[in-house]
């Protein structure tokens, strides 16, 4: 395999700046737990309709790439016009939790993503079986709830309530129900007998010292447009990034983009350990200390 990506080769002639920006542009780094993710959420979205729908809970700490990856699943089933008849068909249905468990908040935050206009003050009732025509018409097949840890700002009531609209919706619809957020969102499923049974854990860990970890490496080092190789995997190096980063792949990138940068301006053209040395970077577990010494 080439050292690099041939459309990143062809960067390899352009100005300083240029490069930069290809940098900084994000871009899809797949590796074996993220696609064996996506492909359970294949399956899921072709499941048949069932009275008891298999639902999924992602689970990862911050920065390791919950967003990204149910970001990237949704990007895939973009909305399309059927060719039969005209008529938009949207399988995949992506929204944040709200910050608390409002039954409207989620309603009005449903209705927003189908850029569907509705009146702010209407009851909570009428959104709902407005919500539930839309889906039926547009054949949603699954619910994606980001940051579904934000149920646990609520009081314990808020939390029940909030829950019972989610299984609700799920019972009504016969549609799979997809949650993503921090550890805390286990806890939030679990509170409820019900939903703990039917949501199926898939866990995001934090990465280590690994072949799997060497590899993601390896494949960032592939899209960077550095005239210079990095050997990335090399153990000296890896380790510095994995220190750095403290394990969440958002973090790893973050890292290896700073550096990349550094490397381009400095016309060093590879990250070596000097240039890692010298980012501008605080890990996050040091972020908080930092803060406390202003002032």
Not at 49 to 55: A, E, F, G
Not at 123 to 148: A, N
Not at 256 to 261: F, V
Request: aromatic residues 6%.
């Amino acid at each position: 395999m080439n050292r690099l990506h041939p459309d990143i080769e062809e960067l390899l002639n352009c100005s300083d700046t240029e490069r930069i920006k290809k940098v900084e542009d994000s871009k899809w780094i797949g590796y074996p737990r993220a696609k064996k993710i996506l492909d359970k959420l294949e399956d899921l979205l072709i499941h048949p309709k069932t009275l008891r729908m298999p639902n999924l809970l992602l689970v990862g700490d911050t920065n390791n790439g919950k967003t990204i990856l149910v970001n990237r699943f949704n990007k895939i089933h973009e909305p399309r016009i059927t060719a039969d008849d005209e008529r938009l068909n949207r399988n995949v249905v992506l929204i944040q939790a709200p910050h608390k468990p409002d039954e409207r908040m989620f309603y009005n935050s449903l209705l927003d993503s189908l850029y569907v206009p509705y009146k702010f003050n209407d009851r909570v009732e009428k959104k709902q079986q407005q919500v539930i025509q839309l889906f039926s018409h547009i054949g949603v097949k699954m619910l994606i709830i980001d940051e579904i840890h934000h149920i646990l700002a609520g009081s314990a009531m808020a939390q029940r309530t909030f829950l019972n609209m989610i299984k609700y919706l799920a019972n009504e619809l016969q549609i799979v129900i997809v949650g993503a957020g921090i550890k805390d969102a286990f806890n939030v499923i679990n509170s409820d007998p019900q939903l703990a049974n039917r949501f199926e854990p898939a866990v995001l860990p934090k990465w280590t010292m690994n072949d799997e970890y060497l590899r993601l490496l390896a494949s960032f080092e592939y899209v960077l447009p550095l005239k210079e190789g990095s050997n990335l995997s090399d153990q000296e190096i890896a380790s510095k990034i994995l220190l750095l980063s403290q394990g969440t792949i958002g973090e790893i990138s973050t890292v290896i983009r700073k550096a990349a940068k550094s490397a381009i301006k400095s016309k060093t053209e590879r990250i070596t350990l000097k240039v890692l040395n010298n980012i501008d970077y605080i890990p996050p577990s040091e972020r908080r200390s930092q803060i406390n010494l202003v002032g």
